[in-house]
C-alpha cells in the first residue's frame, strides 16, 4: 500500500469528506463539457433534451448577490454549486426519509484560463446563517441567524421545488462566501446507483465484515464488486463502523469514489464512446440544472477551452473548519480559501485545517489506500 508521501496530489480532497455522487457529478459535469464538443455533439443534444433547467436568476435578487467580474462568462473564471441530494424522490429501496435535503455542497471553481479546477466541499454539519431566501409562491423564507448548512435546501424546497432548493443554497454560499455563483447542478441518488451500475459496478475490498442495519448493509470481508445500491449503503453507512460519526463516514465515502474513478479509468471509458454514452446518460436523466448549463452553445465554447486540462489540475479541497460540538464552524481561516478563489488563484495550503492535510489521499496511483490519520478507514486495496 502506497505511503501518504508517495501518493500524487492528483483529485485530492483533504480531509476525505468528498461525496461519491458528488465528486462523480463534478467529474461528470466535466466530461459532458467535453462531450459536447467532440464529433457526438448531435448525441449529447438528444441527451441533454432530458435535462430539467431552472430559472436560477427568478428566485435570487440581483441586489444581494456578490458582483461578477463581467457579464460575459466565456471570458472570466466560472463558479458553479454542485449539491447531492438525499430527497429521495423515486428512491424506493429501505427509506423512510422525506423532504428535500441536500446531503453534499460543493464548490466547483474553472479558472479563467481554462487550466484549473479547483472544488470545494462544503461540510453539511457547518452552522452558518441562511439568509431570507425567495420561495416559488411568491413569499419569503425567515432568515436564520445560525443553522446547519444543509438546511438551506430544505428551507429553499419547502414548496417541493428542486430550482427554489438550490437556489436558497446558492445565496447561503453566496453570503458566507462572497463569491457570485454562475450555475448550478444538482444530483440524486439515483443518479449515483446509476453511474456505478453503468460502470458494471465497482471493486471494493473490505477489511472486516461489515453488517450495517441501519443501513441494510451486510458484506464479507475481502474483495468484491458491488453495485449501485450496496455501493451507496457502504458510502452512507455509519452506525456500525468505527466510532459512528459523520466524519468517519465521509472518509468511507472519499474511498468509495476512488474506486469508481479507478473502475472508469481501467474501462477507458473517455475513448469507449458506448460506456462514456451511458455514464453521461445516468446522470442527466437525475440532473436539474441552472440554465446555463442546459445551454448547448455556452458548453460547447467551454468545451473548447477545457480541452487543454491537465489532470493534475483538477483539485479536490474541503472548506476549513473547527469542531463546535456536534457540528463545525467555519475556520478562521476559511475566508482565505474564498479570496484566493475570488482572485483566481491556487488555494494557498497554508488556509488548509491541519486536520484535513493529515487526512488526505489520493487515487492516482490506483487502488483505494487508507484515509491518513482518520482512524476510520474500513476499506483496502485491493492486490
Request: proline share 4%.
Amino acid at each position: 500500500m502506497n505511503s501518504l508521501s508517495e501518493r500524487a496530489a492528483t483529485h485530492r480532497s483533504t480531509n476525505g469528506r468528498a461525496i461519491p455522487w458528488a465528486r462523480s457529478l463534478a467529474l461528470a459535469l466535466l466530461a459532458l463539457v467535453l462531450f459536447v464538443g467532440s464529433a457526438f455533439g448531435a448525441i449529447y443534444y438528444n441527451l441533454v433534451s432530458s435535462i430539467q433547467t431552472h430559472d436560477l436568476d427568478s428566485l435570487v435578487s440581483s441586489a444581494n448577490r456578490p458582483v461578477a467580474e463581467n457579464a460575459d462568462k466565456k471570458n472570466r473564471a466560472l463558479n458553479i454549486l454542485i449539491l447531492g441530494s438525499d430527497s429521495r424522490e423515486g428512491y424506493t429501496t429501505h427509506t423512510d426519509v422525506t423532504g428535500m435535503r441536500a446531503d453534499t455542497t460543493m464548490l466547483m471553481h474553472i479558472s479563467k484560463d481554462r487550466k484549473r479546477v479547483d472544488v470545494v466541499s462544503i461540510p453539511r454539519d457547518m452552522l452558518v446563517p441562511i439568509p431570507s431566501c425567495n420561495l416559488p409562491d411568491g413569499s419569503k423564507s425567515t432568515a436564520k441567524e445560525l443553522a446547519m448548512f444543509n438546511s438551506a435546501f430544505a428551507v429553499g424546497g419547502t414548496t417541493g421545488d428542486v430550482g427554489a432548493a438550490a437556489a436558497c443554497a446558492v445565496s447561503t454560499v453566496e453570503q458566507m462566501t462572497g463569491i457570485y455563483i454562475d450555475d448550478y447542478a444538482v444530483v440524486n441518488f439515483n443518479g449515483f446507483q446509476d453511474i456505478v451500475n453503468s460502470l458494471g459496478g465497482v471493486d471494493i475490498c473490505v477489511a472486516e465484515p461489515i453488517d450495517d442495519k441501519a443501513a441494510h448493509l451486510k458484506l464479507p470481508a475481502g474483495c468484491q464488486t458491488l453495485g449501485g445500491e450496496d455501493a451507496l449503503a457502504l458510502a452512507r453507512a455509519r452506525k456500525s463502523i468505527g466510532d459512528g460519526s459523520d466524519i468517519g463516514r465521509i472518509d468511507r465515502q472519499q474511498q468509495v469514489v476512488t474506486s469508481i474513478i479507478n473502475k472508469a479509468l481501467k474501462q477507458n471509458s473517455v475513448s469507449d464512446l458506448p460506456t462514456l454514452y451511458r455514464t453521461v446518460q445516468s446522470v442527466i436523466k437525475n440532473l436539474d440544472v441552472s440554465k446555463g448549463l442546459g445551454d448547448i452553445s455556452f458548453l460547447a465554447s467551454l468545451a473548447s477551452n477545457l480541452t487543454g486540462l491537465k489532470s493534475d489540475s483538477l483539485n479536490f479541497y474541503t472548506m476549513p473548519w473547527d469542531w463546535a460540538g456536534a457540528r463545525v464552524v467555519p475556520s478562521p481561516t476559511a475566508p482565505q480559501v474564498w479570496e484566493a478563489l475570488k482572485a483566481d488563484q491556487p488555494v494557498p495550503p497554508d488556509a488548509l485545517t491541519k486536520a484535513a492535510k493529515n487526512n488526505a489521499i489520493s487515487s492516482a496511483n490506483g487502488g483505494l489506500g487508507e484515509v491518513a490519520g482518520s482512524g476510520f478507514a474500513i476499506l483496502k486495496e485491493k492486490k
